[in-house]
Every structure is written in C-alpha cells, then in structure tokens.
C-alpha cells in the first residue's frame, strides 16, 4: 500500500459505519506502534491490536485496510509527529541561509536545530517505543512492508540530517560528506541523543529522578554554549589523511 493509499484511507467516511474518530484512529496506531515495537510485524496479530486499543477488529480493516495499512500508517504518524517538532527550526534554518550569513550565523543554526531536538527529551518513553518499531524491520527482514522505515529515514536524514552535514561541513570548510564533517556532527548530536540512548544513567549521574522544565531548559542552555564553544575554535583538518565518505 502506497503513501497516497494510506492516506486516501485516513480521509475516508462512510455514514453508516464507523465515525471517523480521529482520537480512536489514533488510539489505534499508538496501540499498533507498541505491539510492533514488542512483537515485531510478523507476531502481531490485528487481533491483539484491537484488543490493546479498546476496538473492535473490523475497526482495523476499515481505517486502515488491514495489517500492512496499519504498519505503514504507524510509521507516517512517527514522521509526521516528529517533523511537526523539528520543522519550525529546519525552516528558520533555510531562511538563513537563503541570505547572507557569516560564519557565527552558521553557528547559530546549528544551535537551532539542536535546541530544537532537545525537546524531544521529555518523550523518552515515547521515543524508546519508536525505536523498537523501527529495530524490528531488520530482524522481520523481507517479512515486514519495507516502505515503512523508509518514509521516516527519507523525512529526517535527507531534511534533518542533510542541512546539519551541510551546516556544520561550511562552518569548517569540508565538503558535507567528508569523515570529519560527518563524526563533528556524530559528535554534537550525542549532547541529545545520550538523554535518549542512556537516558537512566545519565539521570543517574546528574542525579535527577526526570528531566522537568527547568531542567530542560538548563540541557539546552549547556548544550548552545558548548556546541558555540566546539565550532569556533573548529578549523579543517589540514593536510588530513583522512578521505571523504563514498
């Protein structure tokens, strides 16, 4: 089932059948990404997805026509719940750099974006059941629909990951797809992705119970600094041995 399938299925609405219900659709999908994430796509039987969401099995079948329906939507709905967080910044971002800007301007479009992915700290739990969905499509292999990694990968490696290699390969003079513009990058990203990726011990260490607001906002204020800090003393490698990306 394509993107447009999906979504011409959404819309639907019939008189006779079910509502719409924007709050049970989406009940069902937030359902479906648990169970997916848990079981992976072959084990998961609409069965248990109804069940989890409070539904009747034909519910499935009509919003979303079927298991593969329900697969990819749940994967658009991950994109386009993440793009929504991300695309206030990426597009201040791409405002900037449509002018002229200098490179402490530079700087400071790298400082949106991250400050912008630090808000999704605070999703962590909802975060960690995105990242069992998507784990699962390596290990269901040929066995799960193959476009649904694929719409989340496009979204935020082409718009979201692009323009930061692109950003940060300017500040330092490389190519966006040079080793060191891609491991600065790495690099900078994991002032974030720790708070996800070793969310409990690195709670432990500061010795918080959970990131509030005030906390949040002092993760962002420590990570401006710091990223402000890495890139203006950066400069390019020179002579490097190191050789750009294939």
């Given at each position: 089932?394509?993107?447009?399938q999906?979504q011409t ?14 709050e ?16 992976g796509?072959e084990?998961t039987s609409?069965?248990?997805?109804a ?13 979303f ?12 709905h991950m ?15 791409r ?12 700087i ?20 960690e059941t ?8 390596d ?16 979204r ?7 323009l ?21 990058v ?11 990726k070793s ?29 402000k800090?890495?890139?203006?003393a950066?400069r390019?490698?020179k002579?490097?041995?190191i050789?750009?990306?294939?």
């Open positions: 089932m394509s993107r447009a999906i299925t959404a819309r639907r609405r019939s008189a006779t059948g079910y509502a719409r219900g924007d049970t659709r989406l009940r069902i999908i937030q359902a479906a990404v648990e169970l997916f994430g848990a079981n796509y084990r609409t069965r248990d997805i069940a989890r969401a409070g539904v009747n099995a034909p519910a499935l079948q009509y919003y026509e079927g298991k593969e329906g329900l697969y990819l939507a749940c994967a658009e994109a386009e719940r993440g793009w929504a967080l991300l695309e206030p910044a990426i597009t201040e971002v405002k900037r750099l449509s002018g002229k800007i200098d490179r402490d301007g530079l400071d479009c790298v400082c949106i974006i991250l400050d912008r992915s630090a808000d999704f700290i605070p999703m962590a739990a909802e975060l995105w990242a069992r969905f998507v784990a699962w499509e290990l269901d292999g040929d066995r799960a629909p193959s476009s649904a990694c694929a719409v989340i990968d496009t935020f490696k082409r718009e979201v990951q692009g930061f290699f692109e950003l940060v390969g300017r500040i330092i003079g490389r190519p966006a797809d040079d080793a060191e513009t891609r491991i600065r790495l690099t900078l990203g994991s002032q974030v992705s720790v708070f996800h969310r409990q011990k690195a709670l432990q260490a500061i010795g918080w119970p959970e990131v509030d607001a005030e906390g949040l906002q002092m993760i962002k204020k420590i990570i401006r600094e710091q990223t800090a890495i890139l203006q950066a390019p490698i002579d490097s041995k050789s750009s990306a294939a």
